[in-house]
């Protein structure tokens, strides 16, 4: 079972994390979420760092978390749904291409014509490339002894029919596959991932509020809210919600929190209570004003 052990600074768990390290302990530093409300890209990094921890901590892979208080009450994606959504892919299976594609887009993953970046996938014929923030994987050949690994790379898939004849890892410059791996188990590439019923319960809460609104700059950004999902709808789920964040507790009812991810017998160690306490009511009057 992992410790959690919650610091008032970020530095403070850098710190620790270094130093735990250096002791061979399995640790980890949970970063806290930055809420979009607005319909802008944003980096996914610290996103695909939520999602590294969250799932080793389903695996038992993990000895400490370190965190500050607020990123550890923020809301997160429920143990439940990222179990459901983790992707697991073995060389021999029977694998429908078209079934694959629809849990790639149903796990955050988006389309493009060559992966560079972490949350893509390609296609062309029966080879698939998928960039995962995380992957979990055994080698092929004498390195299958190894325990399973964990890293962010590339996979390559190659499909004869409906089976996988071959899964490696592969060079994003060269394009070439430099290991067989027999086996890849994938994070999903967002926190928040909507289903068809959400997206439709956000646009009907969306198109209600812009009846009654009177703010024309409110109005301005609900209408473009309602675009993006529209799209969304026509894309077939390729496009982005990017102001998803607004609307996580319609997505996500359950309304977890990393916490949700440790067993009720838990050792929580706080360093500093007084410094904790003060930085959680800081990040309320902080949240409190964005969403005003």
């Known amino acids: 079972r992992a410790a959690l052990l919650i610091c008032p600074e970020e530095k403070e ?23 979009t409300f607005y319909n802008i890209t944003a980096s ?17 892979e993990m000895d ?4 500050t208080p607020d990123a550890a009450l923020g809301y997160t994606i429920p143990p439940a749904k990222l179990i459901e959504r983790m992707i697991r892919l073995q060389v021999g299976e029977e694998q429908e291409i078209s079934a694959l594609l629809r849990r790639l887009s149903d796990a955050g993953y988006s389309r493009v014509e060559l ?23 055994r080698a092929s050949g004498a390195a299958a002894e190894e325990a399973c690994a964990g890293g962010s790379f590339p996979v390559r898939i190659e499909l004869f029919g409906d089976e996988i004849d071959r899964i490696g890892a592969f060079d994003v410059e060269s394009q070439r596959v430099n290991t067989n791996l027999s086996f890849v188990e994938f994070t999903p ?20 509020h812009l009846k009654k609104s009177k703010d024309e700059r409110a109005k301005e950004e609900m209408k473009e809210e ?5 799209a969304l709808i026509q894309s077939e789920g390729s496009a982005d919600l990017n102001f998803s ?12 929190s990393l916490l949700d991810y440790f067993p009720d017998k838990t050792l929580l160690l706080i360093r500093g209570t007084a410094a904790v306490y ?5 990040s309320e009057w902080r949240n409190g004003k964005t969403v005003e």
């Open 13 to 35: 768990c850098v710190r620790l994390k270094n130093l735990l390290c250096r002791y061979g302990v399995r640790t980890a530093f949970y970063m806290g979420r930055d809420l």
């Open 44 to 60: 996914h990094e610290y996103e695909h760092e939520r999602l590294k921890v969250l799932s080793e901590l389903l695996a038992g």
């Open 64 to 67: 400490v978390v370190l965190v």
């Open 115 to 137: 992966v560079d970046g972490a949350g893509q996938f390609a296609v062309r014929g029966g080879i698939l490339d998928i960039y995962p923030p995380y992957v979990k994987y």
């Open 189 to 208: 590439a967002r926190e928040v991932l909507a289903t068809p019923e959400n997206i439709e319960t956000i646009r009907s809460a969306i198109a209600a």
């Open 226 to 230: 309602l675009a993006t999902i529209d």
């Open 245 to 256: 964040d607004k609307y996580i507790t319609v997505i996500y009812p359950e309304r977890n």
């Open 278 to 282: 003060e930085r959680l009511k800081s």
